[in-house]
């Protein structure tokens, strides 16, 4: 029986292919992930009624024509096209021209393999239902309408071309120019591609420089617009939703101009959605299948109850985590110690006590603007949240071996670990220092992460550099849990435009455990790193100094710094900050004044 969903993702791939889009600009169109699209358009996660609106809205169809099939969706959308173009004073938008592209292919041969599998039980009513979706009423026309898709040049055979593949037709399908079968359309394509000497190649205004496509030798397709010199890119089948992102480029083939025939101004309707900045990139659908298995799994044994699904989901945390760890490793360029020696400096003294490195805590309020809010002065603040900050805090430096002594005093950049160091004095008011509220002088111990950013003040002219005594490193990488990282941000961004809150409260549980027991917890007895440990909380704490010092460079005014994760600023916070619950954006966790009752 074919399903309403399977006609629904041969319908995505036929529109994708119709207006040259990628996955990748297709999610952004309909407010989602690439990976969600690659996982829907799979078969790994269902299209919902709400998707179907969405999709709708993207094309400019109704949504009864998206699930009428891939043959009524590309006519419809073909008029849809032509009709603007014809608003904006042109000529309607003929078909594409040309041979059609692997992607278009592929959503035929599937379209037919379909079509055939209903017609072995002509009788039954899952054969009625595909026939209705992907062979709607057909009339045969005796000659082509000359409102429907005008011809810029007369070809043979005659006839308008396909709204599939762009060679002349003699049916139609709803009123539209199409061949009634996929191996029709195979059979023009082949004929069209087909050497024809008596027929001379378009005349070109200039030879094309250097670098420059060649262009086309085949006879000119009935159709203004030109065919593409380079082949498209095939977008109906899945693309892998671990691939490295694609630079931005247009989603549709540069076109060669000919002075045979003027190209046809594009419809906006037709131009590729732009790809958003901070676009989702490569995240292992491995490790997101692992992770949504185990979240489907659990909710099966508990019946549904989602309370009892979450705590049993938070008990598993420790153990999926390193799983997935170890996962992520899996090809990896280094294999790190997971229990190294652990230095003195670096355990507990005490059961309850702690060791010797300080991660720069954050801790301060604006001295200034506390005394002129004790002076009468009513300042409106703010108090932003950043989102998962130790989970953003992973992209941090990690030494991958047991960490050796080093008393050269200079900082490699290749190496990581905790390092003694003098820090030099901070001398702004209107900043907290990157050391947090520490105010003991001399000597003191710090992770890579403090000593990076004491170095980056540096850089910007805010202090002198730190000066090094000793350290404790050991070759590093920064991407060591970067695989990791984005597979546990892709399925939290997935969980939140899905409003899974079960999901997203179980990715929480697996990245602050994760922080939390790979010390000296007992909790944890698959890796022992308290290096890593205060390399990443550091990172968070160095992350949200980063973040008020971005805030003040654009003009607020920082008004208090406090934990991993809260800013309080006054001014225009959203001209700086994108507003959401994705990891670059913040949210608003309160608002009050300063100076009066909060």
């Known amino acids: 029986m074919v399903s309403l969903e399977e006609i629904l993702r041969l319908t995505v791939a036929a529109l994708m292919s119709r207006t040259g889009e990628r996955q990748g600009d297709l999610a952004v169109g309909i407010g989602q992930s690439q990976a969600q699209v690659s996982r829907k358009q799979s078969g790994r996660q269902h299209w919902s009624l709400d998707d179907v609106d969405l999709l709708a809205a993207h094309y400019r169809l109704h949504a009864l024509d998206v699930l009428a099939g891939p043959t009524h969706a590309v006519g419809v959308l073909h008029g849809a096209l032509s009709s603007l173009q014809a608003a904006a004073g042109g000529s309607p938008l003929p078909a594409r021209a040309g041979a059609p592209g692997p992607a278009l292919a592929l959503v035929l041969d599937e379209a037919a393999a379909v079509q055939e599998t209903a017609d072995r039980d002509p009788s039954g009513p899952a054969a009625q239902t595909a026939r209705a979706a992907h062979r709607p009423a057909l009339r045969p026309v005796s000659a082509p309408e000359p409102t429907a898709v005008p011809l810029a040049a007369p070809a043979t055979p005659s006839g308008p071309p396909c709204v599939l593949c762009g060679q002349p037709a003699t049916d139609e399908v709803d009123g539209f120019p199409q061949h009634l079968a996929a191996e029709d359309c195979a059979a023009a394509v082949a004929a069209a591609s087909a050497p024809t000497p008596t027929v001379p190649s378009p005349p070109q205004a200039s030879p094309p420089a250097s670098g420059d496509p060649a262009p086309p030798t085949t006879p000119e397709p009935p159709s ?49 959605p732009v790809r958003r900045k901070g676009a989702p990139g490569y995240a292992s659908t491995t490790l997101m299948d692992q992770i949504t298995g185990r979240v489907h799994d659990v909710l099966q044994e508990t019946g549904g109850d989602l309370a009892a699904a979450q705590a049993a989901l938070i008990k598993l945390a420790i153990p999926d985590v390193m799983a997935l760890l170890k996962l992520s490793r899996v090809g990896g360029r280094y294999e790190h110690s997971e229990f190294p020696p652990t230095h003195d400096i670096l355990s507990k003294k005490t059961q309850k006590g702690a060791d010797d490195i300080w991660e720069g805590r954050p801790k301060w309020r604006n001295a200034n603007l506390l005394t002129a809010a004790r002076n009468g002065t009513q300042i409106q603040v703010t108090a932003l949240d950043m989102n998962a900050a130790y989970l953003s ?206």
């Not at 939703?241 to 083939?253: L, R, V």
């Not at 170095?455 to 002198?464: H, I, N, V």
Request: net charge negative.
């Open 224 to 272: 203004a617009v030109v065919p593409a010199a380079v082949p498209p890119v095939p977008a109906a089948a899945p693309e892998p939703a671990d691939a490295a992102p694609a630079p931005a480029e247009s989603a549709s083939a540069p076109t060669v101009p000919a002075e045979s025939a003027p190209v046809a101004p594009a419809p906006a309707a037709s131009a590729a």
């Open 393 to 598: 805090a992973f992209k941090a430096w990690l030494p991958i071996g047991k960490l050796m002594e080093d008393t050269s005093g200079v900082h490699d950049p290749k190496k990581a670990g905790v390092h003694l160091i003098t820090p030099s004095a901070w001398d702004h008011t209107d900043l907290p220092s990157p050391l947090g509220n520490r105010m003991e002088p001399g000597e003191l111990w710090v992770s890579e992460s403090t000593l990076r950013l004491l170095l980056d003040c540096a850089c910007k002219g805010l202090a002198d550099p730190p000066v090094i005594h000793r350290s404790l490193v050991s070759g590093a990488t920064e991407s060591l849990l970067e695989k990791l990282r984005r597979a546990l941000a892709e399925t939290r961004r997935t969980a939140l435009a899905e409003g899974d809150e079960l999901t997203i409260a179980y990715v929480k549980a697996m990245y602050s455990k994760f922080v939390s027991t790979i010390g000296e917890s007992s909790a944890n007895r698959e890796l022992r790193r308290p290096d890593w440990m205060h390399i990443i909380r550091a990172k968070a704490f160095a992350n949200l100094w980063l973040k008020a010092y971005k805030a003040h460079q654009a003009g607020l005014e920082v008004v208090a710094i406090a934990g991993t994760d809260e800013l309080h600023v006054t001014g225009d916070w959203r001209s700086i900050f994108p507003e959401g619950r994705d990891l670059n954006e913040v949210k608003v966790k309160d608002t009050y004044i300063l100076g009066g009752k909060r």
